[in-house]
């Protein structure tokens, strides 16, 4: 999130999605060019602010404007978690939505936040996309008498009672962190970021969550072709760069990239780059798992069982984000990909990367460059994109995966709508698996509990690893698919206590 603030107007709204303000990134003149080519009115003076979005699946530019006498007749009324109202409308132009939110400081003088969106490929749903997105955006506004209060995420540090929550008694506690932020969520009413951070650390639960920021899926009128893992990895294997997306809080995103690697690692695919992880390349390739400090994401089981997975096999597992350089996040990442997989000058490399939603978007859309634009322009490697983002739902699992052909996409080689179920073990690709059922114990059955299986060498050499399966089910009897080797199961209530555990030996 960046947030803009204007002590001059006495305002601050956060922006989410990578938004970037000024001339350091985009020239007013471009902005203007982008509307006046639509048609689209831009402001000829009191122009206040204006931006654009790094990275964004739609290329998105705003400006903000001083305007007086404005009529919002035509608006809708709303306010923020802060109680100041603002006026809100939305307009289709040919294949353009442009949103506009009026701020009032006086009865005659308003701040006008124009918005274009261009390229849309889907307009209802893109309109229900971008009303979201106004709504998360302005629930922020704070002006006026508000604006020298303390925004309660500022007041509560969300991220740290989670953080602390999750680690502070020495390993993943998944259900504590959950429970903390649903209650700090009801008693200070309304946050956004402390919802989203809610969503997150439920997803590595398994629990069903979806961004309040994005539609619940695309609605998709063309083909739609169930294809299988083989059929996959047959696209892909000529290609010496693969590059998938995912949802944060979707884990079946990585649980398509584990099922793929024994098949990509055949075809020569050597090293694995993840977005999620934070540094920690050394450790990982050396103990085959990561731990409560590898990353964030890492922490969801089938993000750590793909780590797993791409060890044992051999490949070498790297980190590319920069942490340093947040404002050329997209170049960074890009430049980091061509250094650490030295695929530039090393024939041999054939690289696999797992990226957040539109970093690997290739076309070039002016400010709006993705890491794959990048990586593409400095490297001269054509990536394959596979996105499996834009027509995944939250909703649908039937273990399946599709194809969805349509000549109006064009952002990425291959669009999948993944349906696949992510409440599975995979480990290593063609291991040998055995049901096992897990009876929960009579002490556990209606309280709040969390269940927990480890690999007991991992557990007993860093009780920081994370398990691979963590499930809220209340079912009396769990029935899962276990590979070969020996595991501890545990079951904790909300605190961390153990309430049950066992060793359960596959052979």
């Not at 390229?119 to 020298?148: Q, R």
Request: charged share 25%.
């Amino acid at each position: 999130m960046n947030q803009l603030t204007n002590d001059s107007l006495g305002l601050r709204i956060g922006f989410y999605g990578n938004a970037n303000f000024g001339s350091k990134y985009i020239d007013l003149k471009d902005v203007k060019s982008v509307f006046r080519k639509r048609q689209v009115e831009f402001p000829s003076k009191n122009i206040i602010f204006w931006g654009t979005y790094e990275a964004s699946t739609n290329p998105m530019y705003m400006v903000g404007s001083l305007e007086t006498f404005l009529d919002v007749s035509k608006f809708t009324l709303d306010s923020s978690m802060h109680g100041c109202i603002y006026y809100r409308n939305i307009q289709l132009k040919k294949n353009n939505i442009i949103t506009r939110v009026a701020i009032p400081y006086t009865k005659d003088l308003f701040l006008l936040i124009s918005e274009i969106w261009t390229e849309i490929g889907h307009m209802d749903e893109n309109v229900k996309e971008a009303l979201n997105h106004v709504k998360t955006t302005y629930s922020s506004l704070a002006y006026g008498a508000n604006f020298n209060k303390e925004d309660p995420d500022e007041e509560i540090n969300y991220f740290h009672i989670a953080e602390s929550a999750f680690k502070d008694k020495g390993y993943a506690n998944y259900l504590y962190p959950r429970d903390t932020l649903q209650k700090l969520i009801i008693e200070n009413k309304s946050s956004q970021y402390a919802s989203e951070l809610f969503k997150s650390y439920s997803s590595f639960l398994g629990e069903s969550v979806q961004y309040d920021s994005l539609p619940e899926q695309e609605q998709f009128t063309g083909e739609k072709t169930v294809i299988s893992i083989d059929d996959i990895a047959e696209k892909i294997k000529g290609h010496r760069v693969v590059m998938f997306n995912e949802n944060h809080l979707l884990q079946r995103c990585r649980l398509l990239v584990n099922l793929l690697l024994p098949k990509l690692y055949k075809e020569g695919f050597n090293v694995l780059a993840l977005e999620g992880l934070s540094g920690d390349d050394e450790r990982i390739n050396k103990l085959g798992f990561p731990n409560i400090e590898s990353g964030f994401y890492t922490r969801d089981p089938n993000m750590a069982n793909l780590v797993r997975t791409a060890t044992k096999l051999g490949l070498k597992v790297i980190s590319y984000e920069d942490f340093e350089d947040t404002e050329e996040r997209d170049l960074s990442q890009a430049k980091n990909l061509i250094s650490k997989t030295e695929i530039n000058t090393k024939s041999d490399i054939k690289v696999i990367v797992l990226a957040g939603g539109g970093h690997i978007d290739e076309g070039d859309t002016g400010a709006n460059k993705s890491m794959a634009h990048y990586f593409k322009k400095l490297s001269k490697i054509d990536p394959y994109t596979v996105n499996q983002v834009k027509f995944s739902s939250a909703q649908e699992t039937n273990d399946s995966i599709y194809t969805m052909e349509n000549t109006g996409l064009y952002n990425n080689d291959l669009y999948l709508a993944n349906c696949l179920n992510s409440d599975q073990i995979v480990i290593g690709g063609n291991d040998f698996y055995r049901k096992h059922n897990i009876a929960r114990t009579n002490l556990a059955k209606g309280t709040a509990s969390a269940i927990y299986i480890y690999n007991d060498k991992e557990f007993q050499l860093d009780n920081t690893a994370i398990p691979i399966y963590v499930s809220l089910s209340q079912k009396d009897t769990i029935q899962l698919n276990l590979p070969k080797g020996i595991y501890r199961y545990l079951e904790r209530d909300q605190y961390g206590g153990i309430i049950h555990q066992e060793i359960i030996e596959i052979e």
